[in-house]
């Protein structure tokens, strides 16, 4: 376990703090040394197990917390996410694994994970996928969300909700269901990203929802 003390960036604004539970010494101390030497994130703490990790994220209230499955002793880490998430609802969870077992990604997602990220995922990617969850995404490796739009699309039927988006909303909702991060929507349509984030949310306006997760499952119809 390290844990370390919150620090500033050079402009002196708070930065996005992480923490990383991850049994793996060398993936943790490659992601501390990423996350660290990037302007605009600190790791605030490693942990090796969930039952450490129980103890001290309290203490630290990372913005993110990035999670491995597999983690020694009796608890994963679906499992430790489900009970920090029930305390902490403003914290954010994102799974860092090799899986891509359906059953794993659903029950990742029930548990409070607002992100699915393979471990192969490029340094790049992570650090965007890390500050999309902060503003309130949802990133997913494309893997993983292919798997959740063919779940989805195996039980999908029309969903009158979906009537009070506009054309536009529904093309930005079809892009969020397939796994899309803001910056690769507003390439795909041809906009800006505060464009984006603004129709984004109007769509968990109109949909009552507060996550891609929830807005996907209406777009779904589940």
Not at 91 to 104: I, N
Request: charged fraction near 25%.
């Amino acid at each position: 376990m390290t844990v370390y003390s919150k620090k500033k960036s050079q402009d002196n604004m708070d930065i996005i703090s992480i923490a990383i539970v991850e049994d793996n010494h060398d993936i943790r101390t490659a992601m501390e040394l990423l996350i660290n030497g990037s302007d605009g994130y600190a790791c605030v703490g490693t942990f090796n197990n969930a039952e450490t990790a129980l103890e001290q994220i309290p203490q630290l209230l990372p913005n993110v917390v990035l999670m491995d499955f597999n983690l020694p002793g009796g608890m994963n880490g679906i499992e430790c996410i489900a009970r920090l998430k029930a305390e902490y609802q403003d914290m954010q969870f994102m799974m860092l694994t090799v899986y891509e077992d359906d059953d794993k990604i659903f029950n990742a997602l029930e548990a409070g994970a607002s992100g699915y990220i393979l471990k192969k995922t490029s340094p790049g990617e992570l650090l965007e996928a890390i500050r999309d969850l902060h503003e309130g995404g949802s990133p997913m490796s494309s893997q993983i969300a292919r798997r959740v739009v063919a779940f989805f699309q195996k039980q999908a039927k029309p969903n009158p909700a979906l009537e009070a988006l506009t054309t536009r909303e529904k093309e930005i909702l079809d892009q969020l269901s397939k796994g899309f991060l803001y910056k690769e929507i507003a390439s795909n349509l041809f906009i800006s990203i505060e464009t984006v984030r603004r129709h984004v949310h109007n769509i968990y306006e109109k949909l009552h929802v507060r996550s891609r997760t929830d807005a996907v499952n209406k777009y779904y119809n589940r």
